[in-house]
């Protein structure tokens, strides 16, 4: 039985008040289990805050991404064994910002899952096509090759300590939400690409949805066979509006 799992990806949003604020009513929210994960990659420089402010509670925290190298002349980086010292339990791994953004490779986004999973941190692979892509009939075309290069490099078992989330590039940030038909095909696909390698691994997976989601769509994407749960990025950053979306599961 795989547990939903909410994920919020804060981007570069943040102060130390807010954090504050964010957490304690989040704890306050989670206090009672409802069978529901939840986690939150706040930035870097408040991952030791959350670390205080969550260790021992219902919440889990992660990064947003890493450097694979382990450590050196990096300016600017931040290595797998600095996010353990913080006590991060996931590590985001090519979400599409950096892809676009930051022109991180396939191969390059496979390194880093790579060396998450060396570290001991959960990486959470996002993967997802763009709207010209999804019009030129190439979605599963776009992630199958996304996968593929982590697969290759990391093999099928890896992902028995990994997340996926799937993240149609058009639907991040722009209010737009795939249908949970739409996500729910690409989840199925996902996942049979999985089971041709590793039954065992495809039926434990965790797929998650992310792209516009929040309280009003959240019951009936993860209400889809192969819906695994979120990752929110707009509507983690308001404490109702997360909680709404993990009290949407039912
Ligand atoms: C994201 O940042 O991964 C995301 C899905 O953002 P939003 O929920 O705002 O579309």
């Given at each position: 039985m795989r547990r939903i799992l909410v994920a919020g990806n804060w981007k570069m949003h943040g102060s130390r008040a807010m954090v504050q604020e964010l957490l304690e009513g989040l704890l306050a929210g989670t206090e009672?289990?409802?069978?529901v994960d939840m986690a939150v990659f706040p930035p870097y420089p408040y991952l030791a805050q959350a670390q205080s402010l969550l260790e021992n509670s219902n919440i889990t925290w992660g990064a947003q991404n890493l450097n694979p190298?382990?450590?050196?002349?990096?300016?600017?980086e931040v290595s797998p064994s600095m996010l353990l010292d913080f006590g991060c339990r996931y590590v985001l791994v090519g979400h599409s910002e950096r892809r676009t953004i930051y022109g991180e490779s396939d191969e390059n986004v496979a390194d880093r899952f790579d060396a998450a999973l060396e570290a001991g941190l959960e990486p959470i692979l996002c993967v997802g096509e763009t709207l010209e892509e999804r019009e030129d009939n190439l979605t599963e075309a776009v992630v199958e090759r996304q996968l593929d290069a982590v697969l290759n490099q990391s093999?099928?078992?890896?992902?028995?300590r990994a997340v996926v989330a799937y993240e149609p590039v058009w639907a991040i940030g722009t209010g737009k939400t795939a249908s949970p038909e739409q996500a729910q095909a690409v989840h199925a696909f996902i996942r049979d690409k999985f089971a041709s390698r590793d039954d065992i691994i495809a039926g434990q997976i965790r797929i998650l949805y992310g792209g516009s989601v929040n309280g009003s769509n959240a019951a009936d994407l993860f209400a889809r066979e192969d819906i695994d749960g979120g990752l929110v990025g707009g509507a983690s950053l308001k404490v109702e509006d997360f909680l709404s979306i993990r009290n949407a599961v039912v």
């Open positions: 009672r289990e409802n069978g190298a382990p450590k050196g002349a990096h300016t600017g093999g099928v078992a890896a992902f028995s």
